[in-house]
């Protein structure tokens, strides 16, 4: 079966500096993976998805993330944090007919 | 393209109540999603549907929930006699099948449950 770990339930940043939220999987196969935002009270937003093409997989407002195999992570980054970026950021590993596996959350607090 | 639309939004019950929750998926989408989270956590798979078959149940669906497709286009969740314990938010995706899809699940806005 798969799984995510996020590593870090808070990350505080200040405002231009450098976001990192870290994602590790364990997957028997090949994984499709995912990383999704979600602000107060609303539903999930995907931020990018990687699905075995590049390694190095870019998405919406800055974000991108890197898939390594060695080290069974896919860590989110952003070079500089808006305070628009305060929001729950979830990992997330498709299974069977992609029904997905999201870690426990990280919560991005930004701070001028 | 409309999105996921669920209904409604919030809800406020009193426990032993019967709640019902409904989700309109995105148009060509024939696969259709029921999770649930809880605060603080990530949301958890609770059942899936392909057009109107339920195919998958996690063990988190106890008998009080029931999920229907009727005519593979809405979906409905309903929660039997409420605990506290089903106070969560109720999140909708949707996605479509076929070779070569990537997986993503497209979301809804969610139905916030309060049971008192």
């Known amino acids: 079966a798969q799984s995510v770990t996020q590593l870090g339930s808070h990350v505080s940043v200040s405002e231009g500096a450098l976001v990192l939220l870290r994602c590790n999987y364990s997957?028997?196969?090949?994984?499709?993976l995912f990383w999704y935002v979600q602000y107060p009270n609303q539903g999930l937003q995907l931020l990018l998805k990687?699905?075995?093409?590049?390694?190095l997989v870019k998405g919406i407002n800055g974000f991108e993330a890197e898939f390594k195999k060695s080290e069974t992570s896919f860590h989110l980054t952003k070079p500089s944090a808006h305070m628009s970026d305060a929001a729950e950021y979830f990992c997330?590993?498709?299974?069977?007919?992609?029904?997905?596996?999201f870690g426990t959350g990280t919560r991005l607090q930004v701070t001028l | 393209d409309t999105g996921v639309s669920q209904d409604p939004r919030h809800k406020i019950t009193k426990r032993g109540q019967n709640v019902t929750f409904r989700c309109d998926p995105i148009?060509?989408?024939?696969?259709l999603y029921w999770y649930r989270q809880t605060l603080g956590q990530g949301p958890e798979f609770l059942t899936y549907?392909?057009?109107?078959?339920?195919?998958?149940k996690s063990r988190l669906l106890s008998d009080r929930f029931s999920a229907e497709r009727p005519k593979g286009s809405f979906s409905t969740l309903e929660i039997q006699r409420t605990e506290q314990g089903d106070s969560a938010m109720y999140l909708c995706?949707?996605?479509?099948?076929?070779?070569?899809?990537?997986?993503?699940?497209?979301f809804g806005e969610g139905s916030r449950l309060t049971v008192l």
């Open positions: 995706a949707s996605s479509p099948s076929g070779t070569g899809y990537t997986g993503e699940l497209f």
């Open positions: 997957s028997s196969v090949p994984p499709y």
């Open positions: 990687y699905t075995s093409a590049a390694t």
């Open positions: 997330a590993v498709a299974g069977t007919a992609s029904k997905l596996t």
């Open positions: 148009s060509e989408h024939n696969r």
């Open positions: 549907f392909q057009n109107e078959a339920q195919l998958e």
